[in-house]
């Protein structure tokens, strides 16, 4: 203890003696701290006893670390066996990485498109079909019902919106009125109102004033409440205003702790429950009451600083001999005894409280309380029966009695065993529940016996074990549930499973992958329901509509499907009665959706089939709403039939043509765009269909303004490529003159069609250059040539395509020489915008009318975009720059030294994008260096990239090799400096890399030098090379692969095949099956290359080893071998023949299948050659394979007599199938049919002569003696 006590009087003092320092104005600084010496070593008064450590943070910790010039090198471990041993321990995710991008649906979507939810799915309807004539059930939900269901709900909405509408123009007059004049203000004015005014009889005064207020922002919305930010202080009880309430107005009621407004004296808490509500337990009462809200000043601090009133530290206790006798526990009137036993929690402490509370208003009422509250005479009291037993709820059972003594040991706690954890019950046989999923398939849980549901109850559970499996289990789960879900439809019924697939699809947490399944389990379901799926097709497109605006192109593509097979099993009438209330919903969203499934029932039906029925809602006088979704219906068939509304564009046009001049202006907007996507669909036809609604187009681009004038001008500009020269040269110079007025449209939306228009009308024949030169020109480059367009996506794609349709118009230096200047301006995306403009236009146009002085400020410009980029996306900069130096061609040699040596400047920069930026120039330019004969420059440039093999970073070094292999490409192997002999010992170690751009660009360089400088290299260094490709057969990638295969055969025919062939036979044994096929395929390749005789022998004795994978191999290698050499084969065919026998008898299903493949390329290779008896030789041991059962097999074995019926001829291939096509098995004919069949149609004439000749009988001739006939 003295050790102890002396180290705290030690630490005390130096503390007093810090604060007197402090106290004195002394400064804190790290060489005063005198604490932690045993971390920092040293005493007080050393000063480098902080050596190493940072005094300062910097500003930018990414900035300092850079000032360094020269970094020590970081030393290596001398042992790593533990940090590699560490290393492949499995460890969990790091939760602090990047997030996972979420695959929920609901996540991506926005607030329009997450509308969907907000939709009903709406009950099952009558199908009239079939019923017949019969009169329907009352209960059935007809399409009358439906209509007068969407009419009472229309007018609905009308009447909220008009009162919404009333209620502001009720504000409008009031904010208009209180704005009016006011009285002077002397006689107005008013004293200001203090909280100490407040009396019983001039709440009602105030309140009256409070209504004239002169601001706004006084008007209340609804009545005041309790809350402590409310503007006017509410009362809880009546309307009527009280005298203010007093603490001391309440009596308080025995049986509980305190009085409702008493300050407790060491709990913390002022109870703010109220007293006419029932207090609610932790575990909560069976009704709960509203209780006033409880304010943040009803809490009071609790006396923690206080000297302690009861036992210390020591464990709380009801010992009576402490401080202060305890008092008798559960009295009705606290004492403070009570209140000073404390030390037990505040929790513990208000539960005590609660439960006293419910005790005293829960307890029997005596007779004498109950006479006070009934009258005397009338009633009767009775006896309790004897059974009687009063409820008691978990929630009003009280602890034990408490004693005045307490109990100061711990008491361990029975374990509860039947306790009931958060883990989800598993199911046999089916997969893992989400949480989510219980909402769904929670029944399934219930352990309840088949023999206990109802059938109805039974099929019901079977469907949601089967949803189950297709939407959480397993591929296998998922395929078996899928099949039993198509084969049972019927079974099931359309009503229960669509009752448990669409409420799924409507779930707010459902996945992309969840969503696909269920849409393939619904699909499949309406292929076997057909007609029965009638009544439900409204509820179907409730949830199947939202995929048409889907994001995503292959969500839309799932439900155009649904739809359409929805419309071919319900008919148009259906479709028609399901649709038609949705047509004017006030919801925008419906009516969308509505007109996008209205074009996929047309595409699947046919225009003509909806034509009435469009033509009748289009001309609705009902509502605009109507009017406006028809004429999407057709906007949106355009969209998705595109030239397939040919044959029925008149009719389209003249069912909206009078939406032009319609008093509603979204109507007119929706017509003229319709109208626009008619024109486009139909280009360059069609002009004769729209020439009724040219002259209100043109009035209305007269007279609109805004939106409706974007959409009309679109219109406009569809319909002039349409038009006849003459024509369109009338009417462009006439729409010019609005568009060169909306040129400086603030509207995002009107520039991109005015972009668009411009782009039209410029293409078209009948402008000249010298219209759009002078008049078009000018002011096109001062509106929309500016930095701003760069940054939107859509403006600069269709400001690149606008300005390259001028430049194939007027001419490159035209366009060219207005812009060059802006390569060097300072924002970059405007850069790039300038540069991909430039780029387009000269890979259109070429350079030929570039003149010098041009040329300098293109060259100069291009160079100083390409350095100054420092975006990722630099492929803009990259392709710009060799685009314009292959057009310039020789013009660019004086350039060539000073682009280089930015190129050479670049490759030796810090940041790797820079370097391989660079790289990549080199295997642009590479070519036009050869057309310049700079072969020195690219020699030296070589060696340059030579030095530069051993890059670390592999996108680097991807590209390095890719500029090696332009310069070799094109320098050839003699002149290549590196030598070819220094260059491919140096490529050999690069081959281990396996980033697929590395292996790539590596491959490739080698196979160039194998194909063309073989003999630069020894035999020993493309041996060990072959041992590294070996590798590279591994890739993912398959033209890596490729590309490999094909360096084998390089190889082979430089050193000779032997030692090549046995590298390649042996890896025949290794497991990998894709390392297997490439192997087989570089053994074909190697026979193609160096001729079959040097690899058969080889080939045919590696059959005789006794593993499957490598006779499998070798007969794969026969495969491709006889695939490559084609009619090289004829000289091997009797070779190879006994080997193709054992394999077609063998037991392997794979053999069979392998040799059967093998011989159909031998039968298409020798076929006209005269070796017809091998072939019927191979075909007698290939037919007995017919009855194989495996796809495969069956596959390949069609195949080969294919190949044999092309080599044979099809009398052949006629006699063998004559056997078993009419035999009184019904699988042997299916069979037989089968290859029949397929011989019909390949060799349908050869047939003819063939047949069998049939004898005349009484009445029928049968023979043909004209067929009989041949020379």
């Not at 337990?281 to 006396?303: C, F, I, N, V, Y």
């Not at 509250?373 to 408490?402: D, F, H, V």
Request: charged share 25%; glycine share 6%.
């Amino acid at each position: 203890m003295d050790a102890v006590e002396s180290e705290i009087a030690r630490v005390k003092e130096e503390r007093r003696r810090m604060e007197e320092a402090l106290e004195a104005g002394a400064r804190l600084d790290a060489s005063a701290v005198t604490f932690d010496t045993d971390i920092y070593g040293g005493v007080g008064s050393d000063p480098n006893r902080f050596a190493g450590y940072d005094t300062s943070i910097p500003a930018a910790e990414d900035d300092a670390a850079e000032d360094e010039a020269n970094p020590a090198p970081r030393r290596l471990p001398s042992y790593t066996g533990h940090a590699i041993a560490a290393a492949e321990l499995p460890r969990a995710p790091d939760e602090d990485g990047p997030p996972k991008k979420s695959q929920r649906i609901v996540d991506r979507e926005d607030d329009y498109r997450r509308r969907r939810l907000n939709q009903i799915i709406s009950p099952e309807r009558h199908d009239p079909f079939a019923s017949g004539e019969a009169t329907p059930d009352p209960a059935v939900r007809t399409y009358a019902d439906v209509m007068r269901d969407a009419a009472l709900q229309k007018k609905k909405e009308g009447l909220l919106l008009e009162m919404d509408k009333k209620r502001k123009e009720e504000e409008e007059k009031e904010k208009q009125r209180k704005a009016a004049p006011e009285q002077p203000a002397a006689a107005t004015a008013t004293k200001r109102r203090n909280r100490w005014d407040q009396s019983q009889d001039g709440d009602a005064v105030a309140g009256a004033k409070k209504a004239k207020t002169s601001s706004d922002w006084d008007v209340t919305d609804a009545a005041p409440g309790i809350g402590h930010w409310d503007a006017t202080p509410g009362r809880v009880g009546d309307a009527t205003p009280s005298v203010r309430r007093n603490r001391w107005d309440e009596t308080p009621t025995p049986g509980r702790m305190t009085d409702a407004d008493a300050t407790p004296a060491a709990v913390g808490l002022t109870p703010s429950g109220a007293w006419d509500a029932t207090p609610k337990l932790p575990g909560g009462l069976a009704t709960p009451t509203p209780k006033k809200q409880r304010s943040r000043w009803d809490e009071t601090p609790s006396m923690g600083s206080t000297t302690p009133g009861s036992i210390g530290a020591a464990t709380p206790a009801g010992y009576t001999p402490g401080p202060t006798p305890f008092g008798a526990d559960n009295l009705a009137t606290p004492t403070p005894s009570q209140i000073a036993r404390g030390l037990i929690t505040p929790e513990h402490y208000h539960l005590k409280r609660y439960e006293l509370d419910i005790e005293e208003r829960n307890r029997p009422l005596t007779d004498d309380e109950i006479d006070s509250m009934l009258p005397q005479a009338g009633y009767k009291i009775l006896e309790p029966p004897a059974s009687y037993q009063p409820i008691r709820t978990p929630a009003r059972k009280l602890l034990a009695t408490p004693t005045p003594l307490g109990t100061p040991l711990y008491a361990i706690p029975e374990e509860n065993r039947g306790q009931q954890f958060d883990v989800p019950k598993e199911l046999g046989g089916l997969p893992l529940m989400k949480p989510e999923d219980y909402q769904y398939f929670g029944t399934l849980l219930n352990e309840e016996g088949e023999d206990q549901l109802s059938p109805e109850e039974q099929k019901e559970r079977k469907i949601m074990k089967l949803l189950l499996k297709v939407k959480n289990g397993t591929p296998q789960q998922r395929k078996a549930a899928l099949r039993q879900l198509t084969d049972k439809t019927r079974e099931f019924g359309a009503g229960p499973l669509f009752n448990r697939i669409l409420p799924l699809l409507m779930q707010p947490t459902l996945e992309d992958q969840e969503r696909h399944l269920l849409v393939k389990v619904i699909d499949r379901v309406l292929y076997k329901l057909d007609e029965l799926v009638r009544p439900f097709v409204h509820k179907i497109l409730v949830v199947i509509e939202p995929l048409l605006i889907d994001e995503d192109y292959y969500a839309r593509v799932e439900g155009r499907e649904i739809i359409s097979n929805l419309s071919k099993a319900a008919g148009l009438a259906t479709m028609i009665a399901s649709m038609r209330p949705d047509i004017d919903n006030i919801d925008e969203y419906v009516r969308n959706t509505t007109a996008r499934a209205f074009s996929v029932v047309a595409s699947a039906l046919g225009i003509p089939a909806l034509l009435p029925f469009l033509k009748a809602v289009c001309q609705s006088k009902k509502s605009w709403q109507a009017r406006h979704t028809g004429i999407k219906v057709v906007q949106q068939i355009a969209i998705l039939m595109g030239c397939a509304v040919l044959p029925h564009l008149k009719s389209l046009v003249e069912i909206i043509e009078h939406g032009l001049t319609d008093e509603n202006q979204k109507v007119r907007t929706i017509t003229a765009l319709s109208l626009a996507a008619l024109a486009e669909a139909a280009a360059p036809y069609g002009i004769e269909s729209f020439d009724t609604i040219l002259r209100p187009l043109w009035k209305g681009i007269k007279s609109h303004r805004g939106k409706v004038l974007a959409a009309f001008l679109k219109a406009i500009g569809f319909i002039i490529p349409l038009m006849d020269v003459g024509y369109a040269s009338y009417y462009t110079k006439g729409v010019m003159v609005v568009l060169i007025r909306e040129f400086q449209s603030p509207d995002e939306e009107m520039k991109k069609i005015v972009l668009k228009v411009v782009k039209q009308c410029v293409s078209t024949e009948g402008v000249e250059a010298d219209y759009i030169r002078n008049d078009i020109l000018p002011k096109f480059f001062s509106h929309f040539w500016v930095r701003r367009m760069a940054l939107d996506r859509r403006n600069y794609k269709e400001l690149v395509e606008t300005t390259v349709e001028m430049a194939n118009k007027i001419g490159v230096a035209s366009i060219v020489g207005r812009i060059v200047e802006d390569l060097k301006d300072e924002s970059e995306p405007y850069r790039r915008m300038v540069m991909e403009t430039i780029e387009k236009v000269v890979a259109n146009l070429g350079v030929s009318d570039v003149d010098a002085r041009l040329e300098e400020l293109l060259i100069d410009g291009i160079l100083y975009a390409f350095q100054e980029q420092t975006s990722d996306d630099a492929n803009v900069m990259l392709n710009g720059f060799g685009v314009v130096v292959n057009a310039l061609g020789k013009r660019v040699k004086p350039y060539l030294p000073q682009i280089c040596g930015t190129i050479k400047w670049r490759l030796n920069n810090k940041s790797a994008k820079v370097r391989q930026q660079a790289a990549d120039l080199i295997s642009t330019i590479a070519i036009v260096m050869k057309h310049c004969q700079e072969e020195q420059l690219m020699g030296h440039l070589g060696v340059v990239l030579y030095e530069y093999l051993g890059e670390e970073y592999p996108e680097v070094l991807g590209s390095i090799l890719g500029a090696l292999k332009a310069i070799v490409n094109v320098i050839g192997m003699t002149k290549m400096t590196p030598p070819i002999k220094d260059l491919l010992p140096r490529l050999t170690p690069i081959l281990k890399n396996r980033h697929e751009k590395v292996q790539e660009n590596c491959i490739d360089l080698v196979g160039r030098i194998a194909d063309r400088g073989a003999e630069f290299v020894p035999a020993r260094e493309w041996m060990r090379i072959c041992f590294e490709l070996l590798e590279m057969l591994k890739a993912h990638k398959k033209g890596i692969r490729r590309a490999t295969v094909n360096t084998f055969g390089y190889i082979a025919k430089a050193i000779g095949p032997q030692d090549v062939l046995a590298t390649l036979l042996n890896n025949l044994k290794v497991q990998e099956r894709q390392n297997r096929v490439c192997t087989t395929v570089a053994i074909a390749i190697v026979a193609e290359t160096c001729s079959p005789f040097t690899v058969l022998p080889a080939l045919m004795n590696e059959y005789r080893v006794p593993e499957l994978n490598v006779q499998n191999g070798v007969l794969k290698s026969l495969s491709f071998l006889f695939e490559y050499i084609g009619e090289m084969g004829k000289d091997y065919i009797y070779a190879v023949s006994p080997l193709l026998e054992d394999a077609l008898m063998d037991r392997d299903l794979v053999h069979r299948q392998t040799a059967a493949s093998a011989a159909k390329h031998i039968a298409l290779g020798v076929a006209g050659l005269g070796c017809e008896d091998a072939l019927v030789h191979l075909l007698n041991f290939v037919w007995p394979n017919i009855f194989e059962t495996s796809p495969h097999v069956i596959n390949a074995v069609t195949e080969a007599i294919e190949g044999m019926r092309v080599a044979l001829g099809a009398a052949v291939i006629l006699n063998y199938c004559l056997q078993g096509l009419f035999h009184p098995a019904r699988k042997v004919r299916e069979v037989y049919w089968k290859i029949y069949n397929s011989l019909y149609i390949g060799a349908q004439d050869a047939l003819v002569a063939a047949y069998p000749a049939l004898e005349d009988d009484g009445d029928n001739i049968f023979s043909r003696p004209e067929l009989a006939m041949f020379v």
